[in-house]
């Protein structure tokens, strides 16, 4: 008790210090304690469908605000979570949140292929039918999570209490957590596909994956990454490896989303190699839910001010 209480007296003279600098410990105590409080949140950032410029779906991503530390981002600590085994329980939590989030969202979207700018404002009638049930939410799923035995079980469990169609998540593996070639792999992502749920191999290009993953995988979509974006429109070569990419993809029926897009020109370039989806702070930053579901209801619309990186 004499420690504790000299710890917190030491704490009052405690200047504010990054999060490298802070002791793993006391981090992972606050991520306990944050665990126990459900003191995380989850912004949405859209994705668009390049050849329309129509909202598909939308990538969960975890912050952690922090009452001394301020907004903590998943770089500040799903590293740290990762290795002290939390990620599994706050995995949990962020399937559970972004289910329930996305029964939300699909109940405030316009029908696909309708516009309801601000011009058609007003409650739902019979004549606009409610929901877009092709909207889904992707969510990030870091390796050891995925390794856990639990994990399609914690799957079935969030999507059985939301009552939601499975294709409306989609689950990011990086191409670490799909690196054990063996058995279970194997039969893991049948157990997935079983369930019902997309699966998409995230930040594609820059692991130790090769094109076999996406040939031997049930794989249902490539997220190209940031990298591969970056420089399109200077380099001939790299413009031409990211159009490798997606015609790789389409050869092998993968929906490619890139990500990453910040500019006009890198938007087009894109478009006009066909990929399907696009994700980027040019289309859309990370939102709060309550914004998410005001974009699903209105779309994108001309008068919509482009939002300040505020996440
Ligand atoms: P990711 O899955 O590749 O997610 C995309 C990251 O890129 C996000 O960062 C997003 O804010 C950022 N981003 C989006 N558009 C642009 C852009 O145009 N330019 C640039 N420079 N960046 C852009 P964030 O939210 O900091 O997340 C970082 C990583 O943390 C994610 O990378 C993902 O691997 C991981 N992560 C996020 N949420 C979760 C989660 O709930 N669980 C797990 N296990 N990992 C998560
Ligand atoms: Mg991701
Ligand atoms: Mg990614
Ligand atoms: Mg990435």
Redesign the pocket.
């Known amino acids: 008790a004499a420690k504790a209480a000299g710890k917190r007296q030491w704490r009052l003279y405690q200047p504010v210090l990054s999060a490298g600098l802070m002791r793993r410990r006391e981090i992972q105590e606050a991520l306990e304690e944050a665990l126990a409080t459900s003191a995380f949140s989850l912004v949405y950032?859209p994705i668009v469908a390049l050849d329309t410029g129509d909202l598909a779906g939308f990538?969960?991503?975890?912050r952690w605000p922090h009452p001394e530390w301020g907004m903590m981002?998943?770089?500040q600590f799903?590293t740290l979570a990762e290795e002290t085994g939390q990620?599994i329980a706050i995995?949990a939590w962020?399937l559970r949140r972004a289910t329930t989030d996305i029964v939300r969202l699909r109940q405030a979207a316009a029908p696909p292929g309708t516009r309801h700018a601000a011009t058609e404002p007003g409650p739902l009638t019979e004549d606009r039918p409610a929901g877009n049930r092709d909207l889904w939410v992707s969510?990030?799923?870091?390796a050891r999570?995925f390794a856990d035995t639990r994990f399609a079980g914690t799957v079935r469990q969030a999507i059985a209490a939301s009552g939601l169609e499975p294709q409306a998540i989609m689950l990011?593996l990086?191409e670490s957590a799909l690196l054990r070639r063996d058995e279970r792999l194997h039969s893991e992502l049948a157990e997935l596909k079983g369930i019902g749920v997309k699966l998409a191999i995230?930040?594609f290009g820059t692991g130790y994956s090769s094109l076999s993953y996406l040939r031997d995988l049930p794989i249902d979509v490539v997220k190209m990454d940031?990298s591969f974006v970056e420089g399109i429109a200077d380099s001939d070569q790299r413009l031409a490896l990211a159009e490798g990419i997606v015609q790789i993809a389409r050869t092998l029926s993968l929906d490619v989303i890139a990500?990453?897009?910040?500019t006009e020109v890198q938007r087009d370039l894109l478009s006009s190699m066909d990929c399907h989806y696009g994700?980027?702070?040019?289309l859309a930053m990370?939102m709060p839910l309550t914004e998410a579901e005001e974009l699903a209801r209105n779309g994108f619309t001309a008068s919509a001010p482009v939002p300040a990186p505020r996440h």
């Open positions: 950032q990538e969960a991503l975890i981002h998943p770089g799903i990620i995995g962020v969510v990030n799923v870091s999570q990011e990086t995230d930040d940031k990500e990453g897009i910040e994700q980027g702070f040019l990370p």
